[in-house]
């Protein structure tokens, strides 16, 4: 500005001006155009915009940074209206329900469990129609979890062993979460048939584990169900594709008989296996013939009349 300048000093520097010194004048105070600058970062303001602050002046940057409040929602500073709700504060177009995302300034809100959400929003919610994830309190749309008695997205959560990011199949062991291959392979009692994890009844057989519906006979399919099963190059056989395949087994021993055998009872026994069930006397030597049976199982004579009259009249009645 021109202006007589005579006695006058900078009111940054307090320096006198020069003769045909261009100066500044702002509010009634004149500055060296050196001296006009940022309290704060000392550069002179950007197309001559300042904002003043206790008769400080601030460039634009610098003003935000130390008093212009920042959006909770898109993380820029606010100039002009400013929402404060929540303990935060937000641009009015950025304060929205997270669930429908409907703008809340001037409708009114709800805080629900540290969520805002319009009045409609929070009515489904205590209707229990939907669900928030406790992470990152958005909707849950997808597969969801259950953690530590919290419904959360998988996504938040990696695997314990291998890192991956999980998804709704994954499994939790002693409070770690694990993909389903992971958990798989933490499990000790695996199923020889299905390769999954045991957690009820167990069948031990062939050196493996078993789900009871999974250890079949390799022939025919079929469950065991309890019944004996006969082992053969490591396979599992039931008695008649056993024998139809392989020849008779014997009752005692469970391997193939070779030589002469005893059939009685519906049973096979190689004839030096052929005993008695209670005392292990050998009943072949008696021709296979003298011998008594109770329970389909075989006894020799005294045995036989040690047991219970009793008890014999009733597991013949049974049988009968």
Partial sequence: INMDLSGLVCTLCQDPFGGSENVVNSGGQIWHEGCFVCVQCFQPFQEGVFFEQEGRKYCEKDFHVLFAPCCSGCGEFIVGRVIRAMSQCWHPTCFKCVSCHCELADVGFVKNQGRPLCKKCNAEVKAGSKKFCMKCSLPIQGDHIVYRFQVVHPEHFNCKTCGKALNGKCKEKEGELYCLRCYDNLESSVCGGCRRPIEGRIIHALNKTWHPEHFVCCHCEKPFEGRR???????????????????????????????????VLNKTWCLEHFHCTACDEALASKGGARYADMDDRP????????????????????AE
Avoid: M, T, W
Wanted: aromatic share 12%; proline share 4%.
């Fill in 229 to 263: 099963h006969y082992e053969k190059k490591g396979l599992a056989y039931c008695e008649r594709d056993y024998k139809a395949l392989f020849g008779d087994v014997c009752f005692s021993c469970n391997r193939p008989c070779r030589g002469d055998v005893v059939n």
């Fill in 299 to 318: 006894y020799c004579k005294h045995c036989f009349e040690k047991i219970p009259v009793e008890l014999r009249r009733r597991l013949k009645k049974q």
